[in-house]
């Protein structure tokens, strides 16, 4: 049987067996139904490419589901303080993420950190804290390879953020990185992070420069541990102060669909196994009605005209999914201001409860988007800026209702 959205199946369940792509293989995939959409451009995305679906259903059409062949990562992103936190510390966060039903924690592998002292020199003791305690809980390392030390930075940069001035030289910290935690049981690696920002890579993004980086970290890598997945460095989402997306963004940072579509052009697909994203849409909830509003940073993973999915379908021989390494909602705006959060600190702790239950909920539904890692588990203690308070819990330690929300949401597409 042949469903409105490209499903066919018998027997009532209609199960979809994941595939390695998140892009389209076949155009009858795709809805385009004007009178539906009117004049935004969207389309109706039920699987992101890969072997053929086999679905069935049981004959009682409003009892449709698809299910999923594996099961959604769910995980807590870190900053990079976490290495550095004492025992005890250490111990109790890690002891929450277990608690929140999480399997995977996303922590900065600073380069700039391990090879301070020079090309020759390693400091790996606060990461090696971080993957046993972790693993001791059955908690697997997503490290995030970033940051150049001062002297592999181009002449004239003072800020580690900058690509670093020969990619061969990071490829040399990346295989001392999987030589040394593969044996460990770490096989997942990402690749910088935010690279289509000037913040994140200085003076300016360069998706030349990067492809290189990633081409020569994916190949050291891959040269000395066969079972690596190598994540491509999660693309932050551009948007207007409303969180509705923006497709195209003021020079230097670059748009992530743009960034993207470069970078795929440039052969960035044949050495990467997923697609790093961070569809952060505060104050919107991910999700609703597309026929009511403009589309926000989740609907370009996979519901825009042109997304994630659109352009990973023939992007390289690995055919990338999607694995968002970053999302989350503050609850304050900081001493600073935030003017895109409203209503008392009850309706905005009230706010990011929802979003979070709602985001597990759309990741597990969907076929492109492989891993969710939500930002973070406890305020900063920082009161300055909004990024003080992306906490599940706040700084006091005190759980706030998004805590109970991403537990609850977890627990749920597991039952």
Same mark, same amino acid.
């Given at each position: %049987?042949?469903?409105?959205?490209? &499903?066919?199946? !018998?027997?009532?369940?209609?199960?979809?067996?994941?595939?390695?792509?998140?892009?389209?293989?076949?155009?009858? %995939?795709?809805?385009?139904?004007?009178?539906?959409? %009117?004049?935004?451009?969207?389309?109706?995305?039920?699987?992101?490419?890969?072997?053929?679906?086999? *679905?069935?259903?049981?004959? /009682? *059409?409003?009892?449709?589901?698809?299910?999923?062949?594996?099961?959604?990562?769910?995980?807590?992103?870190?900053?990079?303080? &976490?290495?550095? %936190?004492?025992?005890?510390? &250490?111990?109790?966060?890690?002891?929450?993420?277990?608690?929140?039903?999480?399997?995977?924690?996303?922590?900065? &592998?600073?380069?700039?950190?391990?090879?301070?002292?020079?090309?020759?020199?390693?400091?790996?003791?606060?990461?090696?804290?971080?993957?046993?305690?972790?693993?001791?809980?059955?908690?697997?390392?997503?490290?995030?390879?970033? =940051?150049?030390?001062?002297?592999?930075?181009?002449?004239?940069?003072?800020?580690?953020?900058?690509?670093?001035?020969?990619?061969?030289?990071?490829?040399?910290?990346?295989?001392?990185?999987?030589?040394?935690?593969?044996?460990?049981?770490?096989? =997942?690696?990402?690749?910088?992070?935010? !690279?289509?920002?000037?913040?994140?890579?200085?003076?300016?993004?360069?998706?030349?420069?990067?492809?290189?980086?990633?081409?020569?970290?994916?190949?050291?890598?891959?040269?000395?541990?066969?079972?690596? /997945?190598?994540?491509?460095?999660?693309?932050?989402?551009?948007?207007?102060?409303?969180?509705?997306?923006?497709?195209?963004?003021?020079?230097?940072?670059?748009?992530?669909?743009?960034?993207? *579509?470069?970078?795929?052009?440039?052969?960035?697909?044949?050495?990467?196994?997923?697609?790093?994203?961070?569809?952060?849409?505060?104050?919107?909830?991910?999700?609703?009605?597309?026929?009511?509003?403009?589309?926000?940073?989740?609907?370009?993973?996979?519901?825009?005209?042109?997304?994630?999915?659109?352009?990973?379908?023939?992007?390289?021989?690995?055919?990338?999914?999607?694995?968002?390494?970053?999302?989350?909602?503050?609850?304050?705006?900081?001493?600073?201001?935030?003017?895109?959060?409203?209503?008392?600190?009850?309706?905005?702790?009230?706010? *990011? @409860?929802?979003?979070?239950?709602? @985001?597990?909920?759309?990741?597990?539904?969907? !076929?492109?988007?492989?891993?969710?890692?939500? =930002?973070?588990?406890?305020?900063?203690?920082?009161?300055?800026? !909004?990024?003080?308070?992306?906490?599940?819990?706040?700084?006091?330690?005190?759980?706030?209702?998004? =805590? @109970?929300?991403?537990?609850?949401?977890?627990?749920?597409?597991?039952?």
């Amino acid at each position: %049987m042949q469903g409105l959205l490209g &499903l066919s199946g !018998q027997n009532g369940v209609w199960t979809v067996p994941r595939g390695k792509s998140c892009g389209l293989r076949d155009s009858a %995939m795709q809805v385009a139904r004007s009178s539906l959409v %009117m004049s935004y451009l969207f389309v109706s995305v039920v699987s992101c490419g890969g072997p053929a679906r086999h *679905q069935a259903h049981t004959g /009682h *059409q409003s009892e449709r589901r698809v299910v999923r062949a594996a099961p959604l990562g769910v995980g807590i992103a870190f900053t990079g303080q &976490l290495p550095h %936190m004492d025992t005890g510390k &250490l111990a109790r966060r890690l002891d929450d993420v277990a608690a929140l039903g999480a399997r995977w924690i996303r922590v900065d &592998l600073s380069w700039a950190e391990v090879q301070r002292g020079g090309a020759n020199t390693f400091e790996w003791a606060n990461f090696d804290r971080v993957v046993t305690q972790a693993h001791s809980r059955n908690i697997e390392v997503l490290p995030v390879l970033a =940051y150049s030390p001062a002297w592999a930075r181009p002449s004239g940069c003072g800020d580690d953020k900058c690509g670093p001035a020969n990619a061969a030289d990071f490829g040399r910290f990346a295989a001392a990185a999987a030589q040394r935690y593969s044996s460990l049981g770490v096989h =997942y690696w990402e690749i910088w992070n935010e !690279q289509n920002l000037a913040r994140f890579w200085a003076p300016k993004p360069s998706v030349v420069d990067y492809v290189k980086l990633v081409r020569d970290a994916s190949v050291a890598i891959r040269a000395v541990d066969g079972m690596a /997945h190598i994540v491509a460095g999660g693309l932050a989402a551009t948007r207007r102060r409303d969180g509705v997306a923006v497709l195209h963004t003021a020079p230097p940072n670059v748009a992530p669909l743009e960034f993207l *579509q470069e970078a795929c052009e440039n052969g960035i697909g044949d050495y990467v196994d997923s697609v790093g994203y961070h569809p952060y849409t505060f104050p919107l909830v991910p999700g609703g009605s597309l026929l009511r509003r403009a589309p926000n940073s989740w609907d370009l993973i996979e519901k825009t005209r042109v997304s994630f999915s659109s352009i990973l379908r023939d992007c390289g021989s690995r055919s990338p999914d999607v694995w968002l390494t970053e999302f989350g909602a503050p609850t304050e705006g900081g001493a600073n201001g935030g003017g895109m959060l409203r209503g008392t600190v009850s309706e905005r702790e009230g706010l *990011q @409860a929802e979003i979070a239950s709602s @985001a597990v909920k759309l990741a597990n539904g969907s !076929q492109c988007i492989g891993a969710l890692f939500w =930002y973070t588990d406890a305020d900063s203690g920082d009161t300055g800026t !909004q990024e003080g308070f992306f906490g599940l819990r706040r700084a006091d330690g005190s759980a706030k209702p998004g =805590y @109970a929300a991403l537990r609850d949401g977890v627990r749920a597409i597991r039952s």
